[in-house]
């Protein structure tokens, strides 16, 4: 079955980095989209970046562009989102994603889900 295991959140201050890993596993890595998803508390979950199969192409939402980097490696099975410049507005529960449908972007909905990994930022 597929498996999505998110790690690498905590607590760090404003301007500070941090990288999310996700390490999947139950199908294919290199034929899916994988993204990353956050929630932050009262609010619904929404999209943050994705990145094809060949990891070359690569979407993020505008609230992230410039300072969140997502990657791949394909041999390892794992995802990555390298974030820069964090800000308290950044904080949230951080999702890894695949589609349930090949070649299926994870903006399309119908995902698995991994159990998500906690990011605090303060001021």
């Known amino acids: 079955q597929v498996q999505l295991a998110e790690s690498g959140g905590g607590l760090v201050q404003a301007g500070g980095s941090l990288r999310l890993s996700c390490v999947a596993s139950?199908?294919?890595?290199?034929?899916?989209?994988l993204g990353w998803f956050r929630q932050a508390p009262g609010r619904e979950r929404e999209f943050v970046a994705q990145?094809?199969?060949?990891?070359?192409?690569?979407d993020y939402a505008d609230s992230v562009k410039g300072r969140f980097t997502i990657s791949r490696d394909n041999a390892e099975n794992t995802v990555y989102l390298q974030m820069s410049s964090l800000k308290p507005e950044d904080t949230a529960v951080y999702y890894c994603?695949?589609?349930?449908?090949?070649?299926?972007?994870?903006?399309?909905?119908?995902?698995?889900w991994g159990q998500g990994t906690q990011v605090t930022v303060s001021s």
């Open positions: 139950g199908f294919t890595f290199s034929n899916y989209y």
């Open positions: 994603a695949v589609s349930k449908r090949y070649s299926s972007r994870v903006t399309d909905g119908n995902n698995y």
């Open positions: 990145i094809k199969g060949d990891g070359v192409n690569t």
